[in-house]
């Protein structure tokens, strides 16, 4: 089965500093990848998605993310933070015809002011 | 625009009781799913529905019974309640497929403690 890592537990940055978040899978072909975000006390909202075409995808809130099938990677980016950014980002990944998608142990972000 | 409505918020069962997680959603979508979120485990699947009368088993699906008699509606049973089973519980629908082509909406969660 797929299977996701995402290997940062908790992550502090700075109010204007940049921001990436790493998120790996593990997959023979190419997965559906995902960013979900869960602020506290609610459930997930998807942030941008990739199965194929330009590897750069852009999502909401100014967030983006690149696909790099070398590494195995899908990490989460976003240039400048803001305050309300501060939540917990899950990547998951699913299979084509399988309805299992798999997520990740997921990264708490703090932003600091 | 209620989307996905799971009641109740909070629980609080002993070992051995058993309860349902309500789950509604009014997008008529098809997919439906249960998920546990553990820390330090992310979300697990635990068992979901790709239509009415239709349901399969997740990665976690012990402990757990589902049914789907209708579009809306997605009840997840927890027979024999195990402090194993304290965790919070999340709800999550999809136009189809699973939230491949289409994105997984989620509930606010049901946070249940088993003494």
């Known amino acids: 089965a797929q299977s996701v890592t995402q290997p940062d537990i908790h992550i502090t940055v700075s109010e204007g500093a940049s921001l990436e978040l790493r998120c790996n899978y593990s997959?023979?072909?190419?997965?559906?990848l995902f960013w979900y975000v869960q602020s506290p006390g609610q459930g997930l909202q998807l942030l941008l998605k990739?199965?194929?075409?330009?590897?750069l995808v852009q999502g909401i809130k100014g967030f983006e993310a690149e696909f790099k099938r070398s590494q195995s990677s899908f990490n989460l980016r976003k240039p400048s933070e803001h305050w309300s950014d501060a939540a917990e980002y899950f990547c998951a990944v699913g299979v084509s015809g399988n309805n299992d998608m798999r997520f990740g142990a997921g990264t708490r972000l703090t932003v600091k002011p | 625009n209620a989307g996905v409505t799971q009641t109740p918020k909070f629980q609080v069962l002993k070992t051995g009781q058993s309860m349902t997680l309500q789950c509604a959603q009014d997008m008529n979508h098809e997919y439906m799913s249960w998920y546990r979120q553990d820390p330090g485990m992310g979300l697990r699947l635990i068992h979901y529905s790709v239509g009415a009368g239709i349901t399969d088993q997740g990665e976690v699906p012990n402990g757990y019974n589902v049914s789907r008699s209708t579009t809306e509606d997605f009840p997840l049973r927890l027979l024999s309640a195990a402090p194993s089973q304290t965790s919070v519980y999340f709800c999550?629908?999809?136009?189809?497929?699973?939230?491949?082509?289409?994105?997984?909406?989620f509930g606010n969660g049901t946070r249940l403690t088993v003494t």
């Open positions: 999550a629908s999809s136009y189809s497929t699973g939230g491949l082509n289409s994105p997984l909406h």
């Open positions: 997959y023979g072909a190419t997965p559906y």
């Open positions: 990739y199965f194929s075409g330009d590897t």
